[in-house]
């Protein structure tokens, strides 16, 4: 993985943001301690922005676009949305990315 940061759109007592937390070290191992963990609670903005989409992983891609994976993911959409941010031109079949 690059030396990207990457950042996963969270907030206190979400289930589903634990499991995505999960699959996320199921999938980065030790490279998860670059993934942020936004608490959209924090702010107004990122409650309107995300209040009925988390939790969502995302990042800049090589060419500096940011993209997002809503859930709900698995470790192969995961695994899919990285290897888009590295190779602009891979499209994953079933990974929303926007």
Known sequence: MSESSFYLYTSIGCHLC?????????????????????????SDDLMASYGLRIPVFAGTSKSGEWHE??????????LGFLAQLQNQGVQNQGVRVT
């Open 18 to 42: 634990e499991q995505a937390e999960a699959i996320l070290q199921e999938v980065l191992g030790d490279d998860c301690e670059r993934v942020m963990l936004m608490e959209i609670s924090d």
């Open 69 to 78: 994976l809503g859930w709900p993911f698995a470790a192969e959409d995961v």
